[in-house]
């Protein structure tokens, strides 16, 4: 009620003084993820296509109110940004992910045909699932990734629940083909921290969202690795038998459609989603079905403001959708 009480306030003012309900939109968003231009014809460009984006958001929530999309659009970060800006802006953060070259993990090995899987998965209720993090304006997403998929196996093998160091993985993990914030690759993050005997807690290590010289502490490990495993490329069934009876794994997928740029709830289909360019690390962390459509539990390392509280759920058993099984492997502890 106090909400709806605001906006008629807010619809009388701006009524009066000739404001548009656009302009005050903008102005609440741009509060809100605080955004500042650096010029008024920046803030011009940016506000267009910011309208543009929210003619394109409430186009498609009409669809997805009258049950003909499955999941939900909202005014994200990226609101701001032409899906080419956006793409930009992400398409580093996978180091040049080749799906043609051999992976040098441990195999996944498939249990017997016969083992009954839950027919629904959340690890964040069995305490595996540390807070969503944010990368900032950094091509990090694979440090996010590798450091969930540990913390989970972390949490497996000791009950505790440990917050592990992306910075560490930024700074640090250079020689294993990483290159911090210009993008790298879980399997590779794995190998650092096996080499490397661990990886400190992101209390000792704080996340910084640039690159920065190597600050490593032997004394404030959180986790070690001992290796890990990649699961059979394309394997939706693997990946599901993985996340089932190991935890959390670290995925790629393709995120540059802008219908994952402005996600917000739902279950995402998008077939125009590529199954090889993947150019985003992100976290499996469950799966169910809604509405009788498969989906994947996915945590997202873009704040809690993206998506829905920072999680999406992504269509599962859609012939490899956005590449989910494409790049999966976890840790061995």
Not at 4 to 14: C, R
Not at 21 to 46: C, I, Q, T, V
Request: aromatic fraction near 10%; charge should be negative; proline fraction near 3%.
């Amino acid at each position: 009620v106090r909400m709806l009480m605001v906006l008629a306030v807010a619809l009388a003012v701006a009524s009066s003084s000739g404001v548009s309900l656009e302009d005050m939109e903008f102005h609440a968003w741009k509060l809100k993820f605080g955004k500042s231009y650096s010029s008024p014809s920046e803030e011009s460009n940016r506000r267009q296509i910011w309208l543009d984006n929210r003619r394109l958001v409430l186009v498609h929530n009409i669809l997805a109110d009258q049950g003909i999309k499955s999941y939900r659009l909202g005014m994200t970060n990226f609101a701001d940004l032409d899906n080419e800006e956006y793409k930009r802006l992400i398409s580093t953060c996978l180091r040049s992910f080749n799906a043609s070259l051999p992976r040098r993990g441990s195999a996944f090995l498939r249990l017997p045909e016969v083992t009954d899987l839950p027919t629904s998965v959340d690890w964040r209720d069995k305490g595996y699932v540390t807070a969503v993090k944010d990368q900032k304006q950094c091509g990090s997403c694979w440090a996010f990734s590798a450091t969930g998929s540990l913390e989970g196996q972390n949490f497996r093998k000791t009950g505790k629940l440990v917050s592990l160091s992306e910075q560490q993985l930024v700074d640090c993990s250079g020689d294993y083909g990483n290159m911090g914030c210009m993008g790298g690759l879980m399997d590779d993050a794995f190998k650092y921290i096996q080499a490397n005997g661990g990886i400190d807690t992101e209390e000792s290590y704080p996340y910084e969202a640039e690159d920065g010289p190597c600050r490593f502490k032997p004394d404030s490990i959180g986790a070690k690795c001992t290796g890990y495993v990649d699961i059979s490329q394309g394997d939706e069934g693997a990946l599901q038998e993985a996340v089932a009876t190991i935890g959390p794994v670290s995925i790629g997928i393709d995120a540059s459609p802008i219908s994952f740029q402005l996600y917000e709830s739902g279950v995402y289909d998008e077939p125009s989603c590529s199954s090889t360019d993947l150019d985003h690390g992100v976290l499996a962390i469950g799966y169910g079905s809604e509405s009788g459509q498969d989906y994947w539990l996915v945590k997202n390392s873009w704040g809690v403001e993206w998506g829905d509280k920072g999680f999406i759920k992504m269509s599962r058993n859609k012939h490899n959708q956005c590449g989910i099984a494409t790049a999966a492997s976890y840790p061995l502890v």
